[in-house]
């Protein structure tokens, strides 16, 4: 499976909403809309002006013409105790549900730990059900103990996460003790 690399800075409207069309059919609960999906994937880039390296981008592989498995990152200034700390933020990462089963989950989440593994981010930063732990843990993540906060909201003490289990890639390296400030919302 060749996985495509499509930095959202230059994300087209057919692009976003090739994509957009199977985030819905991966969250058919989710109050989004194909349209607001889409909006989404347009505005990860559209006010970046940091480093190339770091620009957000999504991942995928088609079939067929059509996208059947999809991940992102975003790069995310956070606070820790040891400073401000540039992360990969792991986000939109599904499989068409006719297609599970193939490993393309594993193929579209190692590309984008691949930004990891190359040293443009020191970590990856992903919020995940308990029941997609293992496989995380399997690609080498663990759980992130720290509580995690947005000092920009209002509350700043409630995770800015909705999924319990938040974990980073890779499981080794020097990660912050105490508290970690997400400074916006979850994704």
């Known amino acids: 499976m060749q996985v495509e690399t499509l930095d959202s800075r230059t994300l087209t409207e057919d692009q976003a909403t090739e994509i957009a069309k199977l985030l819905v059919r991966v969250w058919p609960k989710s109050a989004k809309t194909l349209a607001d999906r889409r909006d989404q994937l347009l505005a990860m880039g ?9 620009a957000p981008r999504s991942y995928i592989i088609c079939e067929n013409d059509e996208v059947i498995a999809h991940s992102a990152i975003l790069p995310r200034t956070i ?9 990969a933020g792991l986000t939109r990462v599904g499989t068409a549900p006719e297609q599970r ?7 579209i989440v190692r590309a984008a730990f691949a930004a990891v593994d ?14 997609v732990r293992p496989f995380y843990e399997k690609l080498g993540a663990t759980m992130v103990e720290n509580p995690i906060i947005n000092s ?4 700043a003490h409630g995770s800015p996460f909705w999924d319990k289990e938040i974990m980073r890639y890779p499981s080794k390296g020097s990660w912050p003790k105490g508290e970690i400030d997400l400074r916006g919302p979850g994704y």
Do not use: C, M, S
């Open 79 to 87: 606070g820790t105790t040891a400073g401000d700390l540039v992360i």
């Open 46 to 54: 559209r006010n970046y002006a940091g480093p190339k390296a770091q």
């Open 152 to 155: 920009l909201e209002h509350d």
């Open 118 to 131: 190359a040293g443009t981010f020191p970590f990856a930063l992903f919020q995940t059900t308990g029941v």
């Open 101 to 107: 089963g193939r490993g393309l989950g594993e193929i």
